[in-house]
């Protein structure tokens, strides 16, 4: 029987998500047939370490944002010869730093938002470009951290005095319309959903509180923008070097009609695996049960050392 270690937790801000996404996919393997080991990460990798050893056959990354969806911990298990599922080193690092990914999108020739890296120190006294505008950490996920900047909003000295998340940020234009993401497992997307959130944007809260969130899927959009999204994630996942599964986000400006225009936001190298994620439930739909899709990504798992 296949022994997969499930790393969980984490030190980062997403540590609830992962928590949650763990439990879930430990019991998913369990009935998929698995002989599970959890292991709950905290800030001692010698304890990390010592969980792992013996080695697993396979460890099943359930970690969210820094160390875990970073490339850090990936490091790691390739050291540790160890397969593991998700992207290796050089896809995390580069989906995780905001800044290196939209440069490799645009390379790739795909939409991104107008917008660059300002410092913050200089936020406090002036506008970083014309309103309405985003800023977002250039290495968090989860939406933690993004504050949108609209019309008549004074809070732009105050967010900026206050900004906990280094020296810079990622200020790009606000595009109005819809939330959407495509699911992508290795060379396949699956579909489109909408996301349609409780709160004035598609923030942490929305994602995972229960309630937080609708999800159209597919998404009722215009054909063609079903179409150019799944291209656009699938090109993106190839331009970053990812491996397994992972999920892009997307703007999509319909506000002078359809098809609009589709402005590609991050691609997630570690899709959040809770009651209200959205890459189960787009596999779901194609008719992919979670237990069948945590053995998928588990027959995926792959060492890069």
């Known amino acids: 029987m296949t022994h997969v270690a499930v790393l969980y937790g984490g030190i980062s801000a997403e540590r609830e998500v992962s928590l949650s996404s763990g439990l879930q996919v430990i019991s998913a393997l369990r009935v998929a047939g698995f002989y599970v080991t959890p292991i709950e990460v905290g800030a001692d990798l010698h304890t990390t370490l010592a969980a792992l050893t013996p080695k697993p056959d396979v460890v099943f990354n359930a970690l969210h944002g820094r160390f875990g969806e970073d490339g ?56 970083p470009m014309k309103l309405p505008y985003v800023i977002k950490p250039l290495n968090e996920g989860s939406s933690v951290g993004v504050e949108i900047m609209r019309e008549g909003d004074n809070r ?40 349609i959130a409780s709160q004035a944007f598609y923030d942490y809260e929305s994602k995972y509180a229960e309630g937080g969130s609708r999800h159209v899927v597919p998404a009722d959009i215009h054909p063609l923008a079903i179409a150019e999204a799944m291209r656009i994630a699938l090109a993106a996942h190839r331009a970053l070097g990812c491996t397994g599964a992972s999920r892009a986000d997307f703007r999509y400006d319909d506000t002078q009609g359809e098809p609009g225009r589709l402005v590609l936001l991050e691609v997630n190298t570690q899709p959040g695996l809770t009651p209200t994620s959205l890459l189960p439930e787009q596999a779901a739909y194609l008719g992919i049960d979670f237990p069948s899709l945590c053995r998928w990504m588990v027959e995926h798992a792959a060492c890069r050392a």
């Open 156 to 195: 732009r000295a105050a967010v900026a005095s206050t900004w906990r998340f280094g020296r810079t940020a990622m200020v790009e234009e606000f595009v109005p319309g819809r939330d959407l993401t495509v699911g992508v497992m290795d060379d396949h997307a699956l579909t489109v959903t909408e996301i």
């Open 72 to 127: 850090a911990i990936q490091g790691v298990l390739d050291w540790l010869n160890i397969p593991y599922t998700h992207s290796g080193v050089r896809a995390s690092a580069l989906a995780m730093d905001k800044a290196t990914a939209k440069a490799i999108f645009a390379a790739a020739g795909l939409p991104v938002a107008s917008g660059g890296i300002h410092e913050m120190a200089a936020l406090v006294e002036t506008e």
